[in-house]
């Protein structure tokens, strides 16, 4: 099973003696394991051995940043290049520089005749500050969706978030325990 949800709803179909969604549950899981299969064949096929951004995120108060792309390959590459940029087809990386916003990179590459590409994406997080009065320009920050703030006497929370339809106190949307 995929994970410990995906194990109790099978048990409760099972006990429950739903024929549909123990069947659902089973087409779900083959569904993953064959994904993993077709991507385990396409790497053994790709010659790429690793493909890795650096950094893979930023937080929108750290940009512009400077984003490195590193690559390995199992065999040599006849031609390459990376976002439509050719490059030496001895070179292992590349820098995108002052990145301001989230992107993809497509290195493309030229092995026994046949072109390939492999893709990896860039993001830019948006963090949630928070913290508590009197320090409010402490701000601490996350990009987890879950944060733990505890208020003195005569303190209050506050909470800095770009999508506040997100926020919840104690499970609560909008409410507070």
Not at 7 to 14: D, G
């Given at each position: 099973?995929?994970n ?10 099972t006990?429950?003696?739903?024929e549909k969604g123990?069947?659902?549950?089973v087409?779900?899981?083959l ?15 790709s ?5 890795e951004i ?10 512009p940043?400077?984003v490195l792309?590193?690559?390995?390959y199992?065999?040599p ?5 990376i976002?439509g940029?050719?490059l030496?087809n001895?070179?292992?990386n ?5 990145v ?7 290195l ?5 005749g046949t072109w ?20 409010w320009q ?5 990009i987890q ?6 208020a003195?006497?005569n303190?209050?929370i ?12 104690n ?7």
């Amino acid at each position: 099973m995929a994970n410990q949800k995906d194990l109790y709803n099978f048990i409760l179909n099972t006990l429950r003696g739903d024929e549909k969604g123990i069947l659902d549950q089973v087409n779900l899981e083959l569904k993953y394991w064959t994904q993993y299969i077709e991507n385990k064949i396409e790497s053994l096929a790709s010659n790429i051995k690793s493909l890795e951004i650096i950094p893979r995120y930023a937080t929108s108060n750290q940009i512009p940043v400077d984003v490195l792309v590193t690559w390995e390959y199992d065999q040599p590459v006849e031609a390459q290049a990376i976002n439509g940029i050719s490059l030496d087809n001895n070179a292992r990386n590349y820098i995108f520089q002052d990145v301001n916003d989230s992107f993809s990179v497509r290195l493309t590459y030229l092995y026994n005749g046949t072109w390939l590409s492999r893709n990896v994406n860039f993001d830019i997080a948006f963090p949630t500050f928070y913290g508590t009065s009197p320090n409010w320009q402490d701000n601490q920050y996350t990009i987890q969706n879950t944060v733990k703030v505890n208020a003195g006497e005569n303190e209050y929370i506050y909470i800095i978030t770009k999508n506040p339809s997100d926020l919840s106190v104690n499970g609560l949307i909008g409410g507070f325990v």
